[in-house]
């Protein structure tokens, strides 16, 4: 099956810093990727849909200015996430999909913020 | 809006058959997915419907009713790895790949 990559897979940063996470498709395109994020114990909530060459598109209640998206090329979507505060701490990832059935999701990224 | 209601826990022994059904409220609606998480990993996919009825891969079932904005996960001859998070996952209208989850059932095997 397709193979998405996601790095780092864990970050501890201090809190007012920024951090970069990187979602690559290694062996297909993905003119769209999304950004989800889950807190311990409960479901993936989508943040945004990464859009390659155009705007993300957010989800309500997400800040775009906190949680900046970039999809340079067809395949790498950065998620990054400035001004950092513990309450940012939680389970990141990215999916893209494939023939729109099935998603492929990166290995997440678990930020801690302290 | 958009909603997805699922069990939040099933618990069954070893060998056994499990069903988690998931019913959902969306505006729009393409198919229906379902994945697997690990503690710590990531999302597995498992199956999808688009049309009504039984779609059956090994050990996994899942089925699906779009009258009733129904679906299942049928899961047979447990085996302890199968100890997981399942969630629901409905493709909203356009097919873009876009994703709207349940809030998952976390399905305990025993021996």
């Known amino acids: 099956g397709a193979v998405v990559s996601q790095h780092p897979s864990w970050v501890i940063c201090k809190s007012g810093t920024s951090v970069k996470i990187e979602c690559r498709s290694l062996d297909f395109q993905a003119t769209t990727m999304f950004w989800y994020r889950q807190f311990p114990k409960q479901s993936l909530m989508l943040m945004a849909t990464s859009n390659e060459g155009s705007k993300a598109t957010y989800e309500q209640g997400v800040e775009k200015d906190k949680f900046l998206i970039n999809h340079a090329s067809l395949t790498l979507s950065t998620l990054t996430v400035t001004s950092a505060h513990p309450e940012d701490s939680s389970f990141y990832i990215c999916s893209a999909p494939n023939q729109n059935t099935e998603a492929f999701f990166g290995q997440g990224t678990r930020l801690t913020v302290v | 809006g958009q909603s997805l209601e699922q069990p939040s826990e099933v618990t069954a022994v070893e060998g056994a058959i499990v069903q988690i059904n998931c019913t959902y409220q969306t505006s729009g609606f393409y198919g229906l997915s379902w994945y697997q998480q690990h503690d710590g990993g990531a999302p597995t996919f498992l199956s999808y419907n688009a049309l009504d009825g039984l779609e059956e891969t090994g050990r996994f079932s899942s089925f699906l009713s779009r009258s009733d904005s129904y679906g299942y996960l049928l899961l047979q001859e447990l085996q302890m790895k199968d100890s997981a998070s399942y969630f629901c996952?409905?493709?909203?209208?356009?097919?873009?790949?876009?994703?709207?989850f349940g809030q998952g059932t976390t399905l305990q095997v025993k021996p």
């Open positions: 996952a409905v493709h909203g209208s356009g097919n873009t790949g876009k994703l709207i």
